[in-house]
């Protein structure tokens, strides 16, 4: 194992980074749920490689807070896609644009 | 030496996967690079002897929410198909400066300190015995409410996505406003 910690964290970065902008630039409200998740990923590969590289790797705690992590973004999915479905069905669309009906 | 290349090709496939399923035009394709870019990260955890999270990145995300992904574009079709405008939202410039800023803002402290860049520890390992002695002795009240918070997501999402009372929808989609009319027509007749 030659890689160094920096390495990962730098790849979570640039993974962040591009579903953030997805998130932000995409009119589409699926891109925007695949955004985030692409985020929680990143999040989940740092404490990953925090536990790998850290001086306690028997602790298990970075395993475990990424289990319980995959599991909420599993819930998070599915009450988001539900959403969006159930805003299509109501207003036809699936772009954040026409969701508007709180605003002003 | 061979771990350092086999991490490049796997970031490199990820790094791209996220790209592409960001910026494809087509949303079923998006989801797709979405599941590739998915199933990159669960070979990461391998790579970092995770096994256990890296079967269950594998199975949660390139199992079950990219079908979800799939299937919620498939039945929210039309709407892309329809409009020929641009898919992206007005200011996304301002986003992806924005984004960029993140990135920098994240990468340079990376950069700049020396303690992150040493060799890992001799591989311990997670083995699934241990995490599942874990899971049962000290997490087990997380375990728990994660449990229940799953079935709360789930049934709540099921409420959500179920069909609304017919009233609100229009007509053509279903049936149950246009058994009511016919069975007014065959009142009046």
Not at chain 1, 91 to 100: F, L, N, Y
Request: charged share 15%; net charge neutral; hydrophobic share 60%.
């Amino acid at each position: 194992m030659s890689t160094p910690l920096a390495h990962y964290l730098i790849l979570s970065a640039v993974l962040f980074s591009i579903g953030f902008a997805g998130a932000v630039a995409r009119r589409s409200a699926i891109l925007m749920l695949i955004g985030i998740e692409l985020m929680l990923n990143a999040a989940n590969l740092n404490f990953i490689a925090f536990w790998r590289f850290g001086p306690h790797p028997e602790a298990l705690g970075g395993v475990m807070f990424v289990l319980f992590s995959i599991a909420i973004a599993a819930a998070e999915a599915a009450v988001g896609l539900a959403l969006v479905i159930s805003i299509y069905r109501q207003r036809e669309t699936a772009q954040v644009d026409g969701m508007d009906t709180l605003k002003n | 030496m061979p771990n350092e290349i086999a991490f490049i090709l796997i970031a490199v496939f990820t790094v791209a996967c996220a790209v592409a399923a960001m910026t494809r035009r087509q949303l079923v394709h998006c989801a797709l690079f979405a599941a590739a870019a998915f199933a990159g990260l669960a070979a990461l955890y391998l790579q970092l002897d995770a096994e256990f999270v890296g079967f269950a990145q594998l199975m949660v995300y390139v199992g079950a929410i990219a079908i979800l992904i799939v299937f919620t574009v498939l039945l929210t079709r039309g709407d892309e198909v329809r409009s020929n405008r641009s898919q992206s939202s007005p200011s996304w410039l301002a986003g992806v400066a924005v984004a960029v800023l993140v990135l920098a803002g994240i990468a340079l402290p990376i950069l700049l300190s020396p303690a992150l860049w040493h060799a890992a520890p001799v591989a311990t390992g997670a083995p699934v015995k241990r995490i599942g002695e874990e899971l049962m002795n000290r997490y087990v009240l997380p375990l728990e409410m994660v449990g229940v918070l799953l079935t709360g997501a789930l049934l709540g999402a099921v409420v959500i996505a179920m069909r609304e009372e017919p009233a609100v929808k229009p007509p053509s989609r279903s049936l149950v406003p246009a058994r009511a009319e016919s069975e007014e027509v065959v009142n009046l007749r």
